[in-house]
């Protein structure tokens, strides 16, 4: 719906493809459940989501899409606790 309303008016749109490591999406979800209390997704739902993701094309209307490398920053403040929850 969005990519028909910017064809609509000429808007040229860019996509971001996050590229990342199945084992650390893993490991940031148990430490958001960890030190924040977020949800804990099970490892059978991550892997058949996993399955089924299907990379966007330039055939949907992408005027340009840029892959992003999603990992640890550096400078994350917590790095030690995220490290310590690393299994």
Aim: charged fraction near 20%; glycine fraction near 6%.
């Amino acid at each position: 719906e969005y990519l028909g309303l910017a064809k609509r008016y000429k808007y040229p749109v860019r996509g971001l493809v996050f590229k990342y490591d199945l084992d650390l999406a893993l490991h940031s979800v148990w430490y958001r459940h960890l030190v924040y209390g977020g949800p804990l997704i099970s490892k059978i739902a991550f892997r058949y989501f996993n399955s089924k993701y299907r990379a966007p094309t330039s055939k949907e209307g992408f005027k340009q899409l840029i892959p992003v490398n999603f990992g640890i920053c550096p400078e994350l403040k917590h790095l030690l606790a995220f490290s310590k929850f690393y299994f």
